[in-house]
């Protein structure tokens, strides 16, 4: 018979365990965005243990042909109350460290745009470390809210495409696309939110050579202030919009 001392008492902890193909580079990077080592072993295989604020990352070895540039080592999710700051944490570490936000190739942190409830961070072996905010809608659509038609529904799939999936190229495809079959019959706002939100991947995807295009196109669209706000508010870096304003010299 069980005895009260014996029974599985509800407080357990788990611990992801990411393929670590890449250890040096790992170990700096967690270093530079303020993780501490709590363990470090490189030989005879690697075992690698973080710790920040009130959680823990471990990686052990990965199979000898994973390639990190593939980015589908692993991944984990980390669950918290205000995601806004993390993600403000871990730029201002990011630009101590290296001077910028790393938003491109490995590793780097996804852009957040103000009221999104997620973003990621891919580190140099190809995991996806996904920071979500513990009340996200339970009602989240991910392709495109079914109550929406035209461009706007276009917008509604590239934000979801950019904030939880962290899929900026297939975000740039559908808006490049959208803007083609949808735009003519779309309000302006939308035209507009189409066009700086392709100017912004543009340039995150090396694309820049599409930004004069896209760029002439806002400057042409009649926009009063208070579109022009809702139009800063679509994307993360409302800086890269400034030089493409009707009024800008």
Request: negative net charge.
């Amino acid at each position: 018979m069980t005895t009260t001392e014996e029974r599985v008492q509800p407080n357990e902890t788990t611990l992801p365990l990411l393929p670590c193909p890449a250890a040096e580079e790992t170990l700096a990077f967690w270093r530079a965005l303020g993780f501490e080592v709590i363990y470090k072993q490189l030989k005879p295989y690697v075992y690698l243990a973080f710790q920040w604020s009130g959680f823990q990352l471990h990686y052990g070895p990965a199979p000898k042909d994973l390639d990190p540039a593939k980015e589908t080592s692993g991944g984990c999710l980390v669950m918290v109350d205000a995601v806004a700051a993390y993600h403000a944490v871990f730029t201002e570490a990011m630009r101590r460290s290296y001077g910028k936000v790393l938003v491109k190739g490995l590793p780097r942190m996804t852009r957040y745009r103000s009221g999104a409830s997620r973003f990621s961070i891919v580190d140099p072996s190809g995991n996806t470390i996904t920071f979500i905010q513990r009340d996200e809608p339970e009602d989240l659509e991910y392709g495109g809210s079914k109550e929406l038609d035209g461009l706007a529904r276009v917008l509604d799939n590239a934000r979801i495409l950019r904030e939880s999936k962290m899929d900026d190229r297939a975000a740039y495809r559908a808006l490049d696309s959208g803007m083609r079959r949808r735009a003519e019959d779309a309000p302006v706002v939308e035209q507009a939110m189409a066009l700086a939100a392709l100017i912004e991947l543009a340039t995150v995807l090396d694309k820049d050579d599409r930004v004069p295009e896209w760029g002439e196109r806002l400057r042409a669209l009649p926009l009063p202030p208070e579109q022009r706000t809702q139009v800063r508010q679509y994307v993360v870096d409302p800086a890269v919009l400034e030089p493409w304003w009707p009024d800008a010299s």
